[in-house]
């Protein structure tokens, strides 16, 4: 008996080593590259706010000296003004050497330089794909060339830091899988690693003093007889 309705069967879709491997390769140029600007982001802004923080401070430690020469009247002894400004002192010296031996500038650049060779390789890819149709070109030579392009950036610079990626990730939550309270603590984390210490430097000490100043009990005045 003839069936006259023959079976519609679809034809599976055969993905090869040699696919998987080249979106795994495409996959690894964006990411880094992405996550190299992050992290030469991090260290530029790292650079302007240690510059700022070591500025600020070192206004602090002057009005310190000047409340104490011109004998305010404040809330405070000459002596706790001085202990004070002299420990703000050898904190700001401290502090400073810290930052001049981080080389954030340094760092920044390095990484900039990194993501942008990296960009020029994933941009040359990004062709290869667009062309490769149209055009005679011997694919195993060329993803070889692009493998070892980007394997040779990579021992040149060091690598970037897991809040740099995670940061990244933020950028593009849905190609990574990641709510949206994921992204929320990222983005802190992100703040507490790269900017807190600078922002607390810079805001919290005129509070301090502030607080200090007018919420401890007064000190009494002795009476002359």
């Known amino acids: 008996m003839s069936e006259n309705n023959t079976e519609q069967t679809q034809v599976p879709v ?4 040699a696919e998987i491997f080249k979106k795994d390769l495409e996959t690894k140029l964006w990411i880094t590259r992405g996550a190299r ?15 700022w923080a070591v500025g600020c401070l070192s206004a602090y430690l002057i009005i310190l000296s000047l409340l104490s020469a011109y004998k305010l009247d404040i809330n405070l002894s000459n002596g706790a003004l001085s202990f004070t400004s002299t420990s703000v002192s050898i904190l700001v010296l401290m502090f400073s050497q810290m ?11 390095s990484f900039h330089q990194c993501a942008l060779e990296v960009s020029e390789i994933y941009n ?4 290869y794909k667009n062309l490769s149709y149209t055009q005679n070109i011997d694919e195993l030579a060329f993803i070889q060339g ?7 950036i990579l021992k040149k610079y060091e ?6 990626y995670e940061y990244f990730q933020c950028n593009k939550p849905s190609e ?50």
């Open 176 to 225: 990574f899988g990641i709510n949206l309270i994921q992204v929320l603590f990222r983005r802190i984390n992100y703040f507490i690693q790269g900017s807190f210490i600078y922002y607390a430097l810079i805001f919290l000490p005129p509070i301090l003093f502030f607080l200090l100043v007018y919420f401890l009990p007064q000190t009494p005045q002795p009476v002359l007889k």
């Open 124 to 127: 040359n890819y990004k062709l």
């Open 159 to 164: 690598n970037h830091k897991p809040v740099d």
């Open 14 to 17: 055969v993905v090869t080593v």
């Open 37 to 51: 600007f992050v992290a030469s982001d991090r260290f530029a802004s790292k650079n302007n706010l240690s510059g």
């Open 99 to 109: 930052e001049i031996s981080g080389d954030y500038k340094v760092w920044s650049k």
């Open 146 to 152: 692009i493998v070892t392009q980007y394997e040779n």
